[in-house]
């Protein structure tokens, strides 16, 4: 699998944006997928996660009630919705995938795409 994140830039405390992430392979509805981010000097953290038929999510406390991953299999396509975003957030923000599992909570992953900055001005 083979992952291709983009979307990120620069908005405003308080604004949103919309992190897409494209995947290949044939059989894309059979991977979870998740969003991680790394702040710089900080360690690599979990966002969220979906399961691969996309019944299922899970969020990290820090993106609860303020990001939403969605997936579209039909499109080979993951999403981050982010909202209120605070300067917090700023960081390099990258997809991932591995076959699917019952526990969304697992941070373990197989694939992972080149990572997409976003930048939070206060």
């Known amino acids: 699998v083979q992952l291709q994140a983009s979307g990120g830039g620069l908005v405003q405390a308080g604004g949103s944006l919309r992190l897409s992430c494209a995947a290949s392979?044939?059989?894309?509805?059979?991977?979870?997928m998740g969003w991680f981010r790394q702040a710089p000097g900080m360690e690599r953290e979990f966002v969220a996660a979906i399961s691969a038929g996309g019944m299922r999510s899970y969020s990290a406390d820090s993106a609860k009630g303020r990001f939403t991953i969605s997936r579209d299999n039909a499109k080979h396509m993951v999403y981050l919705q982010m909202s209120s975003l605070k300067s917090e957030d700023t960081a390099v923000y990258y997809c991932?995938?591995?076959?699917?599992?019952?526990?969304?909570?697992?941070?373990?992953?197989?694939?992972w795409g080149q990572g997409t900055q976003v930048t939070v001005s206060s």
């Open positions: 991932a995938a591995r076959w699917r599992t019952y526990d969304l909570e697992m941070t373990e992953y197989d694939y």
């Open positions: 392979g044939r059989t894309f509805s059979n991977y979870d």
